[in-house]
Structures are given as C-alpha cells and as structure tokens.
Nanobody, 127 residues
Framework: QVPLVESGGGLVQAGGSLRLSCAPS????????MGWFRQAPGKERNFVAA????????YYADSVKGRFIISRDNAMNTLSLEMNSLQPEDTAVYYC????????????????????WGQGAQVTVSS
C-alpha cells in the first residue's frame, strides 16, 4: 500500500481560496497519473481534476473548470490543487488518488481505475 498524505484543507468563506497538497511516498511518483476527487455527505465520490504523469495534460470537472488548478512537481514528489472562488457547493472531503501508469481522457476521470487513495482532507466553504 502506498500512503498518500493530503494537507491544506480547512474552513474558508465563499469567494476565498485554499490549496491542497498531496505527498506520496516512494520513488515512483513520476510514473503515476494523479487525480483529485471529492465526496460530499450522502453523495458519491466524484472526479475533480487529474494530471498525467509528466504534467502535460490536465482534466477538470465542469463544475471546477476555470476555478481550480491541478499541478505536480515530480522532482519534489508533490501534487497540488489550487482552489479559487470557492463556493458552499465545493464543501466536501477531498481525496488525492494515484493511477499506476498513463491515463488519457475519460480514463483519468474514472475513480475505478485509481489504485491508491489518501485519507481525505475536509474543505468547508461558508456562505
């Protein structure tokens, strides 16, 4: 099992910003496609954003496009999610996930293809 440790969650007012980070252990980070998913109470875990192994391609859910930015630093083994213009509907537990190998298009959005998951970070946006 590969631990994925998220950090950076918290409480913010509507319109504010937060940055989530994920620090996987191990030396194979650059061989994983990475994603962020979120789960609100009583709802399914949904795709938020994904990034390919080299970082050359990114994918976003329509609900966050233009507000969230996913990025990675393979030299530092770090994945980030910058969240701007946050709204109460963004309130959820956010999960970092790793997909061993390459993903493309729809595959990057499918949570069933991800191999490893973090413990989750709570993000709460007040109105």
């Amino acid at each position: 099992q590969v631990p994925l440790v998220e950090s950076g969650g918290g409480l913010v007012q509507a319109g504010g910003s937060l940055r989530l980070s994920c620090a996987p252990s191990g030396r194979t980070f650059s061989t994983w496609s990475m994603g962020w998913f979120r789960q609100a109470p009583g709802k399914e875990r949904n795709f938020v954003a994904a990034i390919t192994r080299s970082g050359d391609m990114t994918y976003y859910a329509d609900s966050v496009k233009g507000r969230f930015i996913i990025s990675r630093d393979n030299a530092m083994n770090t994945l980030s999610l910058e969240m701007n213009s946050l709204q109460p509907e963004d309130t959820a537990v956010y999960y970092c996930a790793a997909l061993v190998g390459h993903c493309y298009g729809p595959g990057c959005r499918d949570r069933r293809l991800y191999n490893y998951w973090g413990q989750g970070a709570q993000v709460t946006v007040s109105s």
